[in-house]
Nanobody, 126 residues
C-alpha cells in the first residue's frame, strides 16, 4: 500500500503562484510514476502533469505546459511537487496526486491507477 497526502492548495489571484506537494509513504517511492490530476464539478478527473520514477521524463497537458512544473524528491522527502505559476481562473479545481508502478508519464492519464490522495483545492480568482 501507498499513502498519498496532498497539501498546498488555497486561494490565489489570477497571475499568482502555488506549490502543491504530495507526500508518499508505505512503499519505495522511486518505484512509482507520479502524477497530478485535477477535477472540476461535472467533469472527469484529468491528468495535468506526470513524472517518471527517477524524474528523467515528464508530461504536461497542453493547457499548463510552460506554466506548471512537476518535480520529485526521491532521496529525502518522498514527495512530488507541482509548481503552478501564472495561474488562471480555469485552473480552479481539486488537485489529486496519483501513483502507480505499471504506467508511464505519457499514458497514466488513460489508465486505472492504483493509488490516489484525498485532494487539495485550488481556487484562482479573476
Amino acid at each position: 500500500q501507498v499513502q498519498l497526502v496532498e497539501s498546498g492548495g488555497g486561494l490565489v489571484q489570477a497571475g499568482g503562484s502555488l506549490r502543491l506537494s504530495c507526500a508518499a509513504s508505505g512503499r519505495t517511492f522511486s518505484d512509482y510514476v507520479m502524477g497530478w490530476f485535477r477535477q472540476t464539478p461535472g467533469k472527469e478527473r484529468a491528468l495535468v502533469a506526470a513524472i517518471s520514477r527517477q524524474g528523467g521524463s515528464t508530461y504536461y497537458v497542453d493547457s499548463v505546459r510552460g506554466r506548471f512544473t512537476i518535480s520529485r524528491d526521491n532521496a529525502k522527502k518522498n514527495t512530488v511537487h507541482l509548481q503552478m505559476n501564472s495561474l488562471k481562473p480555469e485552473d480552479t479545481a481539486i488537485y489529486y496526486c496519483a501513483a502507480d508502478t505499471w504506467t508511464t508519464p505519457q499514458t497514466m492519464g488513460n489508465e486505472k491507477l492504483a493509488y490516489w490522495g484525498q485532494g487539495t483545492e485550488v481556487t484562482v480568482s479573476s
